[in-house]
T-cell receptor, first 108, second 114 residues
Framework: RKEVEQDPGPFNVPEGATVAFNCTYSNSASQSFFWYRQDCRKEPKLLMSVYSSGNEDGRFTAQLNRASQYISLLIRDSKLSDSATYLCVVGGYNKLIFGAGTRLAVHP | NAGVTQTPKFQVLKTGQSMTLQCAQDMNHNSMYWYRQDPGMGLRLIYYSASEGTTDKGEVPNGYNVSRLNKREFSLRLESAAPSQTSVYFC?????????????FGSGTRLTVV
């Protein structure tokens, strides 16, 4: 079993749609949680950290459920520029473990 | 611009050749990492250095060696390249060993072994 699992997608949505991605992780001792965004043939870039209380950054909302070992990312009012692969990332001591990513394609 | 710099950006090697991938960061980060990314596999950790003077194996260390030359630089060496090492290699750095602040990545090295 992979340490961090995500639905690979692709999720094909129209502009303006709301889309949600989910992720599960296996190590209950994990200490830090993130969503990264990766554009085609580019490096991953930090989108947002994820906290147990939930957190929001503009159109993006992230949630963490430690009991279920589950992380989510909600994107509201999707833009064409949101098209990318979204990586769920879980941190233990000293290193981060990356999910394989969920691909999002936003179309006009 | 401050960040993580990787060289080269592209490389083609013949099976059995050796090469070193270079990585340098100018953010005064303590920890540095080497990942490889293959289609459908996500990023897999090869080696990491929690602080200057230390290195540790990650998930897929076989066929690679690393050197933490100083606080800024962390290199990855392929002693005898194999086609299975064809991949995109990313170097990353973070402020603290506990990775609680996320990583900053370099732009990657696309390596093809023929």
């Amino acid at each position: 079993r992979k340490e961090v699992e995500q639905d690979p997608g692709p999720f094909n949505v129209p502009e303006g749609a709301t889309v949600a991605f989910n992720c599960t992780y296996s190590n209950s001792a994990s200490q830090s949680f993130f969503w990264y965004r990766q554009d085609c043939r580019k490096e991953p870039k930090l989108l947002m950290s994820v906290y147990s209380s939930g957190n929001e950054d503009g159109r993006f909302t992230a949630q963490l459920n430690r009991a279920s070992q589950y992380i989510s990312l909600l994107i509201r009012d999707s833009k064409l520029s949101d098209s990318a692969t979204y990586l769920c990332v879980v941190g233990g001591y000293n290193k981060l473990i990356f999910g394989a990513g969920t691909r999002l394609a936003v179309h006009p | 611009n401050a960040g993580v710099t990787q060289t080269p950006k592209f490389q083609v090697l013949k099976t059995g050749q050796s090469m070193t991938l270079q990585c340098a960061q100018d953010m005064n980060h303590n920890s540095m990492y080497w990942y490889r990314q293959d289609p459908g596999m996500g990023l897999r950790l090869i080696y990491y250095s929690a602080s200057e003077g230390t290195t540790d194996k990650g998930e897929v260390p076989n066929g690679y060696n690393v050197s933490r030359l100083n606080k800024r630089e962390f290199s990855l060496r392929l002693e005898s390249a194999a086609p299975s090492q064809t991949s995109v290699y990313f170097c990353a750095s973070s402020e603290a060993g506990q990775a609680r602040y996320g990583y900053t990545f370099g732009s990657g090295t696309r390596l093809t072994v023929v």
